[in-house]
C-alpha cells in the first residue's frame, strides 16, 4: 500500500490509496485478529463479510453508466462466487441489508467504492495461498478470491486509469475520498457481524 506521504498525489488514485492506508492496516490486523486460516468454518466467516460486501455493491456493478466506463464491470462483481463459497462451506447466507444498496451515488462516489472492492484483489492473492492448507481453492470455497480473467494487475491498472480520467470538482473529489473511507468501515462491520 502506499504511504501517506502521497495524499497530495496528481493521481487519484493513488491519493486514495493513500488516505486508506490506515483503515486498511487496521482492517489487515483486525482480519488477522479473527483467525480466518485456522479451519474452514473460520474461513467462511470471512467469505461471508466478503459476500455481505459484494452484496451492497452488486447494483454498482451492473450500472449501465458505470459500465460505459468500464467495460467489463459486471464480470468483476464477485457477489455470485461468494454465495458459491458459501454453499461449499456449508455456511448459511448472512442476511443483508439496504443501507448501501439503497443509496444514491455520484460517479465519483461510486468509483470510490468500487476502488476498495477491487483493491481488495490485490490482497486475495496472498490469502489464496493459504487455501490448500484448509482444502480450498479457487474452484471450492475460495472461489472469490481467484485470479480474474487477464490478471489482477492488468485489472487494477485499468480500472484506477478510469478512476484517474474521469473530472471531479471538488466537493465530488471529497465525497469521493469519505466514500472510500466509509467503504472500509462497511466490511470492518460485516467482519464483526460475521464473525460474531
Ligand atoms: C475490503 C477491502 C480490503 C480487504 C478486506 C483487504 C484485505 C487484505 C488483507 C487481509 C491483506 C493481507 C494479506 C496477507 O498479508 O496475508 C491485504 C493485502 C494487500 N492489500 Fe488489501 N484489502 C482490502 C482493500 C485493498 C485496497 C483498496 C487495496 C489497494 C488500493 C489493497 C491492496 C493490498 C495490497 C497491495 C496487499 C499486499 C500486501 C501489502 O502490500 O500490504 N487492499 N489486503
Not at 492506508?21 to 470471512?46: G, I, N, T, Y
Not at 456449508?90 to 444498496?101: A, M
Not at 494487475?153 to 480500472?159: D, P
Request: net charge negative.
Amino acid at each position: 500500500m502506499t504511504a501517506p506521504s502521497q495524499l497530495s498525489h496528481p493521481l487519484r488514485s493513488q491519493r486514495l490509496n493513500a488516505i486508506t492506508h490506515e483503515p486498511h492496516s487496521r482492517l489487515d490486523q483486525l482480519v488477522k485478529s479473527h483467525d480466518p486460516f485456522a479451519s474452514p468454518e473460520r474461513f467462511a466467516h470471512f467469505v461471508a463479510a466478503q459476500y455481505l460486501f459484494q452484496r451492497d455493491l452488486q447494483a454498482l456493478y451492473s450500472d449501465p453508466e458505470l459500465t460505459r466506463l468500464i467495460a467489463d464491470l459486471p464480470q468483476r462483481c464477485r457477489v455470485e462466487q461468494a454465495r458459491l463459497d458459501l454453499a461449499d462451506l456449508q455456511r448459511d447466507l448472512p442476511q443483508g441489508d439496504e443501507r448501501i444498496r439503497g443509496q444514491a451515488m455520484g460517479t465519483g462516489e461510486a468509483l470510490a467504492w468500487l476502488f476498495v472492492s477491487e483493491g481488495s484483489k490485490l490482497g486475495a492473492a496472498f490469502l489464496l495461498k493459504r487455501m490448500p492448507a484448509l482444502g480450498l481453492s479457487e474452484t471450492f470455497g475460495a472461489r472469490h478470491l481467484a485470479e480474474p480473467e487477464g490478471g489482477r494487475a492488468q485489472g487494477w491498472k485499468a480500472f484506477t486509469a478510469v478512476l484517474d480520467s474521469i473530472e471531479l470538482d471538488a466537493e465530488q473529489e471529497r465525497q469521493a475520498e469519505v466514500a472510500a473511507i466509509a467503504a472500509f468501515e462497511r466490511f470492518t462491520e460485516h467482519l464483526e457481524r460475521c464473525f460474531a
